[in-house]
């Protein structure tokens, strides 16, 4: 009897566990399930809210990889004027990045501009676009020869072999000034076009202008070194050089004595602009200390400027956005992202999810097709992803924190973010590169 009682209680303690062991187990799978519900339906609002900028900033996006990777391909039948122009390669990096840090940033002002009324997208003359390009102009010719002698100090620094500074200093700003007889009136219509047409200047001119600065700088440089050809070692690559430190102290002189716009525009962006050149030379400087591995594979070249310019394209994106959501007020200038700031980390992540492996595929579909020498799809994507997912949570704290700090500062962002945010990215994102290339190469 005390046998089949102690057995009844037991059986009874069981059913009881079992019993609440359910009831547990469902409410923690119901809470679950709500959760999951309610996150999807975040990601659906995420999506559906966000759906134009995805749209509008991936074909965007796209299109600009094309003018990189032809950038890229252009860099890659480079490799024998790398041999011949030592150090050039400490230059290249600098040079790109610094076109799309100036007309990348005149892109965001005309845009921030357009967003608040005081430029209209009529191409009609006003003291307001006659000043930002104007310094554009200045900031082209003084960056050049600035990033001109940075690269030949980087060379002397790190032991590199390399050619004198006035061949550095006349490639830069010849390269410089081609390039920027092409990409002023460009990033000018792509601005005020695009405003004009419908489309969020935001979203589209930034990277589009980016990839023109990638495009154009390259060919540039190829036609300055035939000029330089020419002079090199002579009477007039010194009369060249000479002109060009003339040209670039009467600049300045210019622009810290012009109109408000103009002294704004030129004091806030050189000191910006200094260590941004500073910046693009140390992305150089990676690239050149495993320039023997590179030029053995050409298409490593050809994913270099389409991999920088992406990233730079995506920081840009996202500045450009968080500036004009600081004008506007959408944005609050806090240390600390959420709302709005947060959705914008998001269509950023989204995007950098979609790019990476698709620009991976681009380099070797091309470079493979012209004869390059690729590493072969699955490496080539594999080197772009990983590289780009270890690169975005930098590109997301930087634009960020430097929107809000050069807001709070009162200093304009569009001056600060774009050219400092892309400058910072691109050692970065080499670095990434070199750490991508080594962890799957096995270097």
Not at 14 to 33: D, E, K
Not at 117 to 131: F, T
Not at 289 to 300: E, V, Y
Not at 373 to 385: K, N, Q
Request: glycine share 10%.
């Amino acid at each position: 009897m005390k046998r089949r009682e102690r057995l009844l209680r037991m059986t009874r303690i069981l059913l009881q566990s079992l019993l609440t062991f359910t009831v547990n187990i469902s409410i923690a799978a119901s809470r679950g399930w709500v959760r999951a519900f309610n996150l999807s339906r975040k990601f659906g609002s995420f999506f559906r809210d966000s759906r134009r900028i995805l749209g509008e900033s991936f074909a965007a996006l796209f299109i600009c990889a094309i003018g990189d990777l032809i950038a890229g391909i252009f860099l890659g039948k480079m490799s024998p004027m790398l041999e011949s122009y030592p150090g050039l390669l400490v230059l290249i990096p600098g040079a790109i990045g610094m076109r799309g840090n100036i007309f990348g940033a005149l892109g965001s002002r005309l845009g921030s501009g357009l967003h608040i009324g005081v430029l209209s997208p009529e191409l009609r003359r006003s003291d307001v676009l006659a000043d930002n390009i104007e310094g554009t102009i200045i900031l082209t010719v003084v960056m050049s020869l600035f990033l001109g002698f940075m690269a030949w100090i980087f060379c002397q620094l790190f032991g590199f072999e390399s050619m004198g500074i006035m061949d550095f200093t006349v490639i830069s700003v010849i390269g410089g000034i081609i390039s920027g007889a092409f990409l002023l009136p460009a990033t000018v219509l792509i601005s005020l076009k695009s405003y004009e047409n419908g489309w969020d200047p935001d979203n589209v001119t930034t990277p589009l202008i980016a990839a023109s600065g990638d495009l154009f700088t390259l060919p540039s440089i190829f036609a300055t070194l035939a000029v330089l050809e020419m002079v090199r070692n002579g009477f007039f690559e010194w009369i060249l050089f000479a002109i060009f430190l003339l040209i670039g102290a009467a600049g300045l002189i210019a622009g810290f004595r012009g109109r408000y716009d103009l002294r704004k525009i030129i004091r806030q962006s050189v000191p910006v602009l200094l260590i941004c050149s500073a910046l693009g030379t140390t992305a150089g400087t990676v690239l050149n200390s495993k320039l023997s591995f590179i030029l053995d594979n050409p298409a490593i070249l050809a994913l270099v400027p389409l991999f920088s310019g992406e990233s730079g394209d995506l920081v840009s994106i996202l500045g450009a956005r968080l500036s004009s959501g600081l004008h506007s007020g959408i944005i609050p200038a806090s240390l600390r992202p959420h709302g709005e700031a947060l959705r914008n980390f998001g269509i950023i992540a989204v995007l950098s999810l979609l790019i990476y492996p698709t620009i991976g595929l681009l380099a070797h579909l091309v470079s493979d097709f012209l004869g390059i020498g690729s590493l072969g799809p699955f490496r080539m994507v594999l080197i772009s992803s990983m590289a780009g997912y270890m690169l975005t949570p930098f590109l997301l704290l930087v634009g960020f924190y430097l929107s809000s700090a050069s807001y709070r500062l009162r200093l304009d962002p569009d001056n600060i973010v774009i050219p400092l945010s892309t400058s910072m990215t691109d050692p970065v994102a080499n670095t990434c590169l070199v750490i991508a290339i080594i962890t799957i190469m096995g270097l």
